[in-house]
Structures are given as structure tokens and as C-alpha cells.
């Protein structure tokens, strides 16, 4: 999901909720060739209906474009916590971004799954919030997702 350490951003300041998908949304359209402000549209549209923000201080942004072939996604440790309107009302510091093809109802939900459960291991979160290179948060969550699929 993570295609390499590019996918990664280590030290984000976001002045809020659209600053940092506007950020994501860039970078995911650098790094997968979508539509920047399509996805932005699609992003927001999400979030009207719910906020993506699953507590513990972490957010899972989500959804689709015509033009990706596999789910890909962008990672973010934010400098600043920013309001989600998260389910337990706390700021959220840590997002991953998912993005997934059109079509892709189920495989869409089996990436969703597994980007939750990785960022419910508190360790591993713990060692995310407490590193600052974009090269040392890949390895982890690469050796993260590697640990998972082993299981």
C-alpha cells in the first residue's frame, strides 16, 4: 500500500482538517497520478458523512478514484495534532490516507481493515509518534504490515 518512503511525511503542520487532506491529497496525486482536487472533493465528501477519525489520536481518510489499478495509500505524522472531529473528540496526530480503485468494494474494505488494525497496536503507534524521519516511519510500518501478514 505504501510504495516507498516518498509515500511517507514525516513532519506535517496542518492548520486543520482541509489543510492536511489538501497536503495528502497533493501528495497522493504526485505519487499515484490522480486528480489532486477530484480526490480532495472525494475526501471531503467522506467526511461530511462521518468523520474518519477512529480515536486515539489517528485518522484513516478514505476513497476512491477511477484511475488507481490496487489501494495505495500516504502516511502522515503531524507535528501539531489537529481537530477530526474524531469519535473520542481528541486531536489527531497520526493519519494514513487510503486511497482505492473505483471498483474495489471488497478489496477497498480488506485495506481499510488492515490499515486499522496495524494503528491499533499501541506499540507500534507509540514508536510512530516518537520518530521524525520519513525513512525510519516506513521501515516500521513496513516491517509492521510484513510482522501482520506473517500472523
Known amino acids: 500500500m505504501l510504495p516507498g ?7 506535517v503542520k496542518a492548520s486543520g482538517k482541509k489543510a492536511l487532506l489538501a497536503e495528502l491529497s497533493g501528495r497522493a496525486a504526485s505519487l499515484f497520478g490522480v486528480d489532486e482536487r477530484r480526490l480532495f472533493d472525494r475526501l471531503l465528501k467522506r467526511e461530511r458523512l462521518g ?15 477511477g484511475s488507481l489499478t490496487q489501494p495505495c495509500g500516504v502516511f502522515a505524522r503531524l507535528i501539531h495534532p489537529v481537530d477530526f ?14 486511497v482505492a480503485p473505483e471498483g474495489a468494494g471488497a478489496d477497498h474494505l ?8 496495524l494503528l491499533r497496536d499501541h506499540a507500534l503507534v507509540d514508536k510512530l509518534r516518537a520518530t521524525d524521519s520519513a525513512d525510519a516511519l516506513y521501515a ?5 504490515v510484513q510482522a501482520q501478514s506473517a500472523a
Open 110 to 117: 480488506k485495506a481499510l481493515a488492515r490499515v486499522s488494525r
Open 51 to 65: 468523520s474518519t477519525g477512529i480515536g486515539g489520536g489517528i485518522a484513516i481518510p478514505h476513497g476512491r478514484m
Open 85 to 98: 472531529n474524531a469519535i473520542d473528540e481528541r486531536p489527531v496526530d497520526i493519519v494514513f490516507l487510503l
Open 5 to 11: 518512503p516518498d509515500a511517507v511525511l514525516a513532519s
Open 140 to 144: 516500521l510500518l513496513l516491517d509492521s
